[in-house]
């Protein structure tokens, strides 16, 4: 079966309880019947102000029903979603803009400065849509809920091609964004890949409509990350097209009474979260509140990609929600299902410890592959299906998708060793690893040990220049609420968990940086420039 987004939502709608949620945002409601009138309005709309198959729709706001509702309208517009990290300064903003090729923009009302300062210089633009709560709109663009809710709402007459794409920007860990390229039918294969291994799946659109009609919607599910980063992204959309419900929050950043909040009022069955960083405030806040202030019943999984979630922090979640599963998820926007661990109150798995995606392999840095239980750090590399390449960028392409034995594979730079049981044990991003004395280090490994002392709410570990051991390994803390600092018992913390040339050099209280972006992701750069300034290092 060749698979495509648009064909599924107009495939799936008419089998679902039509007045069931789509989506959610606090006290809004949009049923499923709304949801499919909607985004065909706004997919016509769209096509009548030019757009054509294959052009490009940018995506700048925060999470909120509009984004979700959106991305259902490109998709049946065959237009290509384009993702705008909307912390961005304004040249960041334009160069994504201007990389893509937009030809559309859809823009939250609070970014409306930003979009007059680049318009003049986006010329490649041609509709300008803004997301207005009310009040009035700038006078370039026009008003997004008059698209949605101009026309019939019945759905287009439109042939659409498995080889429709999306695009993920990331910004990795060094250079600008790169535009992902994904094809419907390969992010398609690798979401359907995941859930073969417990089960049987639909394998065709007449199958899938058997199975909403036989099952009805799918339970809600909150992508507590923004919808502007893969995580979030790829989570709502899988949950969007087997008939579910996005629920999304009002806060700008993690509030997690609103989200435990939400939850409970909704029934949610999926959260999405990145790692620690979202995880050890929503166990502190559960810990912090009366018992019985949330019904968590509901709750089938909770789901982390991105970094690590160590396992004493899941440990503690599952104490508030016994019957759930803790799903971590290893991948990349480039490499999406290399593996994942599942976390039970009846099973733990060890911090970064995973099972190998059959699609996975690890290679040396010859291209032989690594053997199970020999210590021989690796790269992880993706089979088929994988995507297509960077946007307009054919050399940083090569090094990724790179073709070893014959295959191609997706490489984005994570290291590893495999155990001999197969599983494999995460060492970090290349691009960060740390030289000390000839020594590879991995930030992440001494990160966990870092953050299993009681005073440390998050580190970032990162190299600086050293005369004389080339760099040297360098922690940045975030000290737990009310916990002093003693920077000689954290570095012994750490010397006994790991060998002594892992050990920090120095540790430094992070008071004034911020250590990750909204996703969850660790900003090694900010971090290294502030511990550089902090110990006066050129």
């Given at each position: 079966m060749a698979w495509?987004?648009?064909?599924?939502?107009?495939?799936?709608?008419?089998?679902?309880?039509?007045?069931?949620?789509?989506?959610?945002?606090?006290?809004?409601?949009?049923?499923?019947?709304?949801?499919?009138?909607?985004?065909?309005?706004?997919?016509?709309?769209?096509?009548?102000?030019?757009?054509?198959?294959?052009?490009?729709?940018?995506?700048?706001?925060?999470?909120?029903?509009?984004?979700t509702e959106l991305l259902a309208a490109g998709y049946k517009a065959r237009l290509t979603h384009v993702n705008v990290n909307y912390r961005y300064k304004a040249d960041e903003v334009f160069y994504i803009f201007d990389n893509s090729d937009?030809?559309?923009?859809?823009?939250?009302?609070?970014?409306?400065?930003?979009?007059?300062?680049?318009?003049?210089?986006?010329?490649?633009?041609?509709?300008?849509?803004?997301?207005?709560?009310?009040?009035?709109i700038a006078d370039f663009a026009e008003r997004y809920e008059d698209l949605a809710t101009s026309g019939k709402g019945d759905q287009l007459d439109i042939k659409r091609s498995p080889d429709d794409m999306l695009f993920i920007y990331t910004g990795g860990t060094t250079g600008m964004p790169k535009g992902v390229m994904w094809t419907h039918n390969d992010l398609r294969e690798t979401q359907l890949s995941a859930l073969r291994r417990l089960g049987p799946v639909p394998e065709s659109l007449p199958a899938l409509m058997a199975s909403i009609k036989e099952v009805g919607n799918a339970p809600p599910m909150?992508?507590?990350?923004?919808?502007?980063?893969?995580?979030?992204?790829?989570?709502?959309?899988?949950?969007?097209?087997?008939?579910?419900c996005i629920v999304t929050l009002d806060s700008v950043?993690?509030?997690?009474?609103?989200?435990?909040?939400?939850?409970?009022?909704?029934?949610?069955?999926?959260?999405?979260?990145?790692?620690?960083?979202?995880?050890?405030?929503?166990?502190?806040?559960?810990?912090?509140?009366?018992?019985?202030?949330?019904?968590?019943?509901?709750?089938v999984t909770l789901i982390s990609s991105g970094v690590m979630w160590s396992t004493e922090v899941k440990r503690g979640l599952l104490e508030y929600m016994p019957n759930a599963i803790m799903t971590d998820s290893f991948g990349a926007s480039e490499a999406v299902g290399l593996g994942s661990s599942l976390m039970t109150k009846d099973?733990?798995?060890?911090?970064?410890?995973?099972?190998?995606?059959?699609?996975?392999?690890?290679?040396?840095?010859n291209d032989n592959p690594v053997p199970p239980g020999s210590g021989i750090p690796g790269f992880i590399a993706l089979g088929a299906p994988i995507p297509v390449g960077y946007y307009k960028d054919p050399e940083k392409s090569a090094k990724t998708f790179k073709t070893?034995?014959?295959?191609?594979?997706?490489?984005?730079?994570?290291?590893?060793?495999?155990?001999?049981?197969?599983t494999l044990t995460l060492l970090g991003r290349g691009s960060a690893c740390i030289n000390t004395a000839g020594e590879k280090v991995y930030p992440e490994e001494i990160e966990e040990a870092l953050k299993t002392h009681p005073s440390v709410e998050d580190a970032l570990v990162v190299?600086?220049?050293?005369?004389?051991?080339?760099?040297?390994?360098?922690?940045?803390?975030?000290?737990?609420?009310?916990?002093?600092?003693?920077?000689?018992?954290?570095?012994?913390?750490?010397?006994?968990?790991?060998?002594?040339?892992?050990?920090?050099?120095?540790?430094?209280?992070?008071?004034?940086?911020?250590?990750?972006a909204a996703n969850g992701k660790a900003d090694y750069k900010t971090v290294t420039a502030y511990a550089k300034e902090t110990l006066g290092v050129a």
């Open positions: 495509n987004f648009g064909d599924i939502l107009d495939t799936i709608a008419p089998a679902l309880n039509q007045d069931g949620p789509a989506l959610v945002h606090g006290t809004r409601k949009i049923t499923w019947a709304q949801f499919t009138k909607r985004s065909n309005n706004l997919a016509r709309g769209l096509i009548e102000r030019g757009a054509k198959p294959g052009d490009k729709l940018a995506f700048y706001m925060r999470n909120r029903p509009e984004y937009a030809q559309t923009v859809v823009y939250g009302s609070e970014f409306r400065d930003i979009i007059t300062e680049i318009r003049p210089r986006l010329t490649k633009v041609k509709t300008f849509l803004e997301v207005n709560d009310g009040g009035p909150i992508p507590a990350c923004p919808l502007m980063h893969g995580t979030g992204l790829l989570t709502a959309n899988g949950n969007i097209m087997a008939g579910g950043s993690l509030d997690p009474d609103e989200l435990w909040k939400a939850v409970d009022a909704n029934k949610v069955a999926q959260v999405a979260i990145v790692g620690d960083a979202f995880a050890k405030p929503m166990l502190r806040t559960l810990r912090e509140a009366p018992q019985g202030t949330y019904d968590l019943s509901s709750i099973g733990e798995i060890a911090t970064a410890k995973f099972q190998i995606g059959e699609r996975c392999q690890v290679f040396d840095e070893v034995r014959g295959l191609r594979y997706s490489i984005p730079g994570d290291w590893c060793t495999v155990e001999p049981d197969g190299g600086l220049p050293d005369e004389k051991w080339g760099q040297s390994v360098t922690g940045v803390i975030k000290l737990a609420p009310g916990a002093a600092f003693d920077e000689e018992t954290l570095r012994a913390h750490v010397r006994g968990q790991l060998a002594g040339y892992k050990t920090p050099k120095r540790i430094l209280i992070g008071t004034t940086v911020a250590f990750r």
